[in-house]
């Protein structure tokens, strides 16, 4: 039973609804949640973390030490924010200056060197491993 009368409009709705669902059983149990890539059908953690490595990163984009850090980062002892932060580090999809302007969300003027030497583009890798104020703070944390 409705609450209410059906306006004009919504019994076109209501009729393709219908016609929509013919042929399928009813039945009288809870509804679940089915993880499709798995046979179990239960959904793991390391499922979906497998099914998002190859969307964002393909298998041939990597050789094998970089394919051993990406490995190895889950597995840390580190905070789950410091790895979270790894991660995206290694895949470059922090908000660098590139990556910004990637999104369009830098002025169309702003320079995307290193705000830290000036010298080169800002891509994660420069601004934490290769820049040359960075090899200083690195060479400090490291005494």
Same mark, same amino acid.
């Given at each position: 039973m409705w609450r209410r009368p059906h306006f004009v409009w919504e019994e076109g709705l209501l009729i393709r609804l219908k016609e929509g669902l013919e042929g399928h059983m009813w039945v009288n149990h809870p509804d679940r949640w089915v993880w499709n890539l798995e046979e179990e059908r239960v959904f793991p953690v390391k499922s979906?973390? !497998? #099914? =998002? &490595?190859? =969307? !964002?990163?393909? $298998? $041939? $984009?990597?050789?094998? %030490? %970089?394919? *051993?850090?990406? %490995?190895?980062?889950?597995k840390s002892k580190a905070p789950l924010k410091v790895v979270a932060f790894s991660? #995206? !580090? !290694? =895949?470059? *999809?922090?908000?660098? *200056? &590139?990556?910004?302007?990637? &999104?369009?969300c830098l002025p169309p003027k702003v320079s995307y060197r290193c705000v830290l030497c000036g010298i080169t583009e800002e891509p994660a890798n420069h601004l934490f491993l290769h820049c040359s104020f960075t090899t200083k703070v690195w060479t400090c944390v490291m005494r």
């Open positions: 979906c973390y !497998l #099914k =998002l &490595r190859m =969307l !964002l990163v393909g $298998e $041939e $984009e990597w050789n094998i %030490e %970089e394919f *051993r850090v990406f %490995e190895s980062i889950w991660w #995206k !580090l !290694l =895949l470059d *999809r922090i908000p660098t *200056r &590139r990556n910004l302007a990637r &999104r369009n």
